[in-house]
């Protein structure tokens, strides 16, 4: 971890809405930017728009090059001219959820509540925001671009979570939606997960609090264990076991041989190196406290919950054609998850699709190269632009 | 579209809902949803069939008849359609009941174990039969519940089932020439078709 200066860049275009979002703890955030891209030309008739939403640690840059980082957009293999999402069709939307740290309001924006002293970021103090609330802000997005209704809200893991929120919270906006590798709550193993991610960062003496902009430093430590502990989850063994083995590497401390005295450090497996990159490389561009509090928006997420715990009646007489995918090797939102939420669906009368793909890849298997994937988005898609008679 | 699943898509009325149970490749309901203007729904257990269904725009489910029709809600559907699987499910009689709990209407077909051909090499042989509609040995077959045409009218009539139509057709789903007569379809049927209601 030699550099952890966070890297900036000018403005991420943006919408602003000076009147703020209403969120469900009470608390109106005003005002609020949400930053996003677009993709491809929006119809005469608004009528071909697809939303995608981002999963926790994403942005809206989903098919261009990052600004900061300068890697391909996270689902460029899915999203563009002539891809599964075909962007010659099609008009595709994808914005900064909030809370996050990629130019919407979150955590890192100037403080607003008026309580505020000069030049104040929000740090801890930002509300407690919940997947809803995202939504809402996306809403409030969608509707400023002109558009009445939506083709599809398409995304996976947080982003699927937030696709499930779009078809609970407004049925009518949409003629279709994929909830992708994702659940309808976040199970017990999940909170689990994020709140060692949490106490990682809380632990570092760097967060200072949650106040770390004020000395000019991030919780850079703790905030690649969070990220190197949460990359396994998105993993599997079978996985890890083809990439990486028991595969050795070199050490960055001494330069021992194989003849050299025995260092418990010295030499260290492939897989540890690989996520030590994975978690010196997240700091630069994610903000610890942005961690914090989207982590804890994906704990409360629960649908049933407004229901007294019956998903059932969230769906009922909805005319929206879910298309419900998970992934064989995916342990963190397993199938299980999946077929729980399918029949659900089916209990509500809807018109779902459910598949799982088969791949060893886990959990990110979503973002990764699956020909039965991408034959099955396009397809979904294609079936439901031609029962709407698009096209 | 094989010409049992013609003779399916014949007796279903256009622009109805319809649950198709082991909808395979989607085939039927994929013609039923574009001739015939139905909202035409899939379930099936073989999940390469399911993934060719969906990128086809085809809405189908992974799942099969035992464990996922419990989850559907009463009277959802116009037609549930069973096609050539009511003899190798767990339990035949809970999947007509949830059929018929589901839809107004259940169309089933299944191969007929009163076949002259599987009673003949029963009688002669004294081994159990193997045919081009039973082909497979009786150690791993998936056909757990092989029924006759008159069984199945007993169980109809037990569980208070009203036979709309009945077809009896040969292997390649071409229509039997016994209408008429229950015994002859019953004798050489090869395989049977019911459209059952509610009482």
């Known amino acids: 971890m030699n550099s952890t200066t966070p890297l900036t860049v000018g403005e991420h275009p943006h919408a602003s809405f000076p009147e703020g979002v209403e969120l469900d703890c009470g608390v109106t955030l005003a005002p609020v930017d949400i930053a996003y891209c677009t993709y491809g030309q929006l119809s005469a008739n608004k009528d071909n728009a697809i939303l995608i939403c981002h999963a926790f640690t994403g942005d809206q840059y989903v098919a261009e090059t990052h600004p900061l980082t300068g890697k391909p957009g996270w689902w460029e293999r899915m999203v563009g001219p002539g891809k599964p999402i075909d962007t010659n069709r099609f008009f595709v939307i994808c914005s ?9 309001t979150g955590p890192r924006s100037p403080r607003t509540d008026g309580q505020e002293a000069p030049g104040e970021l929000w740090g801890t103090a930002f509300p407690p925001i919940t997947i809803r609330d995202m ?40 003629r279709a939606v994929m909830p992708i590798a994702t659940a309808p709550f976040h199970s017990a193993q999940n909170i689990a997960f994020n709140e060692v991610g949490r106490q990682a960062i809380i632990a570092d003496p760097d967060w200072r609090g949650g106040r770390y902009w004020e000395a000019g430093v991030v919780p850079a430590r703790g905030l690649a264990v969070a990220r190197m502990m949460a990359h396994i989850t998105y993993l ?27 260092s418990t450090f010295g030499d260290i497996f492939e897989v540890e190196s690989y996520l030590r990159y994975q978690g010196s490389s997240f700091v630069r561009r994610f ?20 229901h007294d715990g019956d998903l059932t009646p969230a769906f009922a007489g909805t005319a929206v054609r879910f298309c419900v995918v998970s992934f064989s090797s995916d342990w963190l939102f397993p199938t299980s998850a999946a077929r729980t939420l399918a029949r659900a669906l089916n209990r509500a009368a809807a018109n779902v699709s459910f598949v799982e793909i088969e ?23 294609c079936g439901v632009a031609e029962h709407a008679g698009l096209f | 579209m094989r010409l049992d699943q013609r003779l399916i898509a014949d007796m279903i009325e256009p622009k109805t809902r319809v649950l198709d149970i082991g909808s395979g490749d989607g085939t039927l309901i994929g013609h039923l949803y574009r001739e015939r203007g139905c909202d035409a729904r899939g379930i099936e257990l073989n999940m390469e069939l ?53 839809g107004r209407y259940a169309i089933v077909s299944f191969p007929n174990f009163g076949h002259w051909q599987l009673r003949l090499r029963l009688l002669l042989g004294g081994c159990m039969p193997m045919t081009a509609v039973w082909h497979t040995p009786w150690y791993e077959t998936p056909n757990i519940h092989p029924c006759t045409i008159r069984d199945f009218l007993e169980l109809c009539r037990q569980d208070g089932y009203i036979v709309e139509k009945w077809l009896a057709v040969d292997e390649d789903g071409e229509r039997a020439p016994w209408r008429r007569s229950i015994r002859l379809a019953n004798l050489f049927g090869e395989q049977a078709l019911f459209l059952l209601r509610r009482r």
Request: glycine share 10%.
């Open chain 2, 50 to 102: 399911v993934t060719r269904s969906v990128a086809h725009g085809l809405p189908v489910v992974h799942g099969d008849a035992d464990h996922d029709l419990a989850y559907y809600p009463d009277h959802s559907f116009d037609y549930v359609v069973l096609q050539r699987t009511l003899q190798a499910v767990e339990r035949p009689r809970e999947v007509l009941r949830q059929m018929l709990r589901i």
């Open chain 1, 135 to 174: 939504v809402r802000a996306q809403h409030k997005l969608v509707r400023s671009l002109g558009i009445e209704r939506l083709f599809a809200v398409v995304g996976g893991s947080m982003g699927g979570m937030q696709v499930l929120e779009w078809a609970v919270t407004y049925p009518q906006m949409m």
């Open chain 1, 287 to 306: 903000d610890a406290n942005s961690y914090l509090s989207i982590t804890r928006a994906m704990d409360w997420f629960d649908i049933a919950a407004d």
């Open chain 1, 236 to 262: 599997s063994e079978e996985v890890l076991t083809r990439k990486f083995g028991r595969r050795m590497r070199r050490g960055p401390v001494g330069g021992q041989g194989p003849e050299g005295p025995v």
């Open chain 1, 96 to 104: 900064n959820v909030l809370g996050g740290c990629m130019g919407s």
């Open chain 1, 359 to 381: 791949t060893d890849k886990g959990h990110d298997a979503f973002l990764l190269e699956e020909p039965d994937f991408d034959r099955t988005v396009r397809g979904f898609l």
